[in-house]
Structure formats: C-alpha cells, structure tokens
C-alpha cells in the first residue's frame, strides 16, 4: 500500500514537472491556474504480502495455571512433538503500542496442547517460546476464558514494524519448532 502510494505521488510529482518544463519552454504565457494534484493511473502489481489475519484489541482476561504431566518416557516427549503435525495453527495479533510489546496468540484448533488440553502419559512441562526475527518471547501462556489460544509477548524494535520476519514457535523438550512461518508480516504500530 505505502509503495503504490508512494509511487503516485512520484508520478504526480514528475507530471507537475513536466507541466512546468513544457510551459516555460514554449514560450506561450499561459493564465496561472492553482496547482491541481494529478493523478496518474499505474496498473495494478500485484505483490504477496502475508499479513495478519485480523488484529484485535488486547484483552485484559484472567491468567490460569500451568498444568504439569509427569511420568514420561522419552517415546512419550517425541509423541507431544507430534501433536502439531497436523494442527492448523493461525496467528493473530493484538494491537501493537510504540513502547510496549507486541502480544499476539496462536490459534490451536482443539485446544492448547498441556495447557488447556491435558495430554496423558508425559513429563513435559508445556513451556513454549515463540520468536520473531532474532527476537524471543518474554512469556506464553494460555489465559482462561480465552480457547484454543496460546498468548504471546514480546520485545520488538520499532523498525521491525511492517517487516517480513520468520515466526517460530517452540516447546520444551522439542528439538524442532512445533510451528514456523517463514516471511511473515510483523503489524504496523496502532497509535
């Protein structure tokens, strides 16, 4: 949007240029006209920009408590890894305030794995980690009252805004992110 702004006015710009250049040349003295913003159709390019899925306001809910599993073998941990696999995890951001961090969840359908859905037969402590760019998470925890939702915050740098980053989501005991998003489109500041 910013570059398909930015290109009119450009061309508007050059247009006005133009104008001017080819009146002062031909030597015609032509009634002074207010100047009058030209608009300059470009065709549309089309260019795939993953962005957010919606950005609501941030909720002010209840935090619940963690709960714990133990007795794990360690076929029981490469079994919570594979929980993921096949779920359809979205990310949704909240607004993001200058100065403060950026809080977003992760949508898990069925519920958050250890934290609001109790797996069986497993030690692992449900500790997840998100990142953003070279940037972690300060905490991540699901809030009662809010489903199948893994809450996020954390620590961006102001030029981070309206970038493409790598998103990842990691859980304790995993070796590999439970979930990645290679290019994602970090929001815009909201005031």
Known sequence: MRKKTHRRVMLGLLGMVAIFLFAACSGTDYPQAPPAP??????????????????????TPEIAATATQELATPASETQSCDLFKNMNISVVYLDWMRE????????????????????????????????IGDHLTTNC?????YAERLYCRINLP???????????LSLSGCESP?????????PEFAN
């Open 100 to 131: 403060k961090p950026l809080e977003f969840y992760f949508k898990m359908p069925g519920g958050v794995p250890g934290l609001e859905k109790t797996i069986p037969d497993t030690s692992n402590t449900w500790e997840y980690t998100g990142k």
């Open 141 to 145: 925890e699901f809030v009662s009252g």
């Open 158 to 168: 102001a030029e981070y805004a309206y970038t493409a980053r790598d998103l990842s």
């Open 178 to 186: 439970v979930y990645t998003d290679s290019g994602m489109t970090v």
């Open 38 to 59: 030209i608009v300059v159709e470009v065709p549309d390019v089309q260019v795939q920009v993953p962005a957010p899925e919606r950005q609501e306001p941030s909720p």
